[in-house]
């Protein structure tokens, strides 16, 4: 029997539980960047400096307006799944579930309203198959960025996560503070990392606003959390890339 | 004058027949940051594994600049009594108030242990007609 040959795609993301990729159509990037000003300003702004400009005061409302703004605009989805379709083609396979809704983080700096502290998705029931996509609309580095404490560190903190109960995760992210990383990302790059890694970020602590969108995605055949959960089925994913023998495999299971 | 800062918790595991998706509690929460002017930030998720608290514990003992927690329900808390002490205690040292929407109740200052009576009262008179 012969053996699949990984990719270095897939060579990183089996060893660190996340893995960065080029981006190859600019233009659908280009398209996700533009609809986001025209939502923000009407006009093509620096969204590194959206911190300055005037009207910013009530950041979660603007965040929710971006988001419900683009969840309605199929083809701003298409073109985001377009972005990670190669690659997750790679990494999670061909036929795919996807979060109906695309989340968008805005991360001004010195803004602790916004902060996203560690934890792995599957510590909220997500699959344990489930990526996550990340997608930076600006350059990101240090305390811009997000950060993740790579699989083989996530894994052991999990063994004795409860001996963490009545500390906080605070305690976690200093005693790793060594293994954690800050992802460097430029724009045009896109992130793919697996449910089960802790991440989070701290106050952007740089002098630049970040603008990321992420949406997570899943095999369609895959299993839910059902170890952690009493989910059966997930509401929150629709289906994109339904291959021909399933869609009448599916016909059948349905019918009885 | 400065709002106050509330940090929203939300939990994300069946209780009582109890599951609220979290962007739902989330929406209560903010919700009743409106009406009572508090300045939202964004809530933090509990993990699903059984008996955790990590992030409540997160929040009352790491977080800066908060005045406020807003929690669903009381059911929310921990049934573990010595655990409650811990998290009401923490809370009162660090004049932080804990918000529970549904049941319209906040603790502030009061007497903790008073303070835990009344809440397991309340989830004794909601489950009278429980078989």
Known sequence: MFSLKYSNLQKKFIKQGYAIFKIDNIQNLNYIKKKVEQILTGEKINLNNFHKSKG????NKTRLKIIQKINKNNEFKLKYFNIFEAALNEIVGSEISMQKNIGLNIQTPKDSNSLIEMHADTYAGESNFEVVTWLPLVNVFKTKSMYILPIKYSR?????????????????????????????????????????????????????????????????FSPQNLKLTNKTNSNMYSSVSLKPASIIGLEYINKI | MNKKNLQGYTFTRNKNGLAIPT????????????????NFKLHLDEFCLDGSFIQLFQILKNKKDINAIGICSIYFLPENK?????????????KIEIIFIFENIIFKSQNINIFIKEISQIKKINFLTKK
Do not use: A, M, P, W
């Not at chain 1, 503070?177 to 990302?185: A, D, E, M, P, T």
């Not at chain 1, 992130?191 to 995605?217: A, P």
């Not at chain 2, 010595?82 to 040292?93: E, G, M, N, T, V």
């Open chain 1, 56 to 59: 910013n005061i009530d950041l």
């Open chain 1, 156 to 220: 052991e903190v999990e063994k004795n996560i409860l001996k963490y109960n009545e500390k906080g995760t605070d305690i976690i992210y200093n005693k790793y503070r060594k293994k954690i990383k800050f992802l460097n990302l430029k724009f045009g790059e896109g992130l793919i990392f697996t449910s089960n890694v802790l991440h989070g970020n701290k106050i952007n602590l740089t002098n630049q606003t970040r603008f990321s969108f992420n949406c997570r995605f899943k095999s369609i």
């Open chain 2, 23 to 38: 962007n739902i509690q989330s929406g209560i929460i903010r919700n009743y940051c409106e009406k009572n002017n508090y």
């Open chain 2, 82 to 94: 010595d655990l409650l002490q811990k998290i009401f205690s923490i809370s009162k040292k660090r």
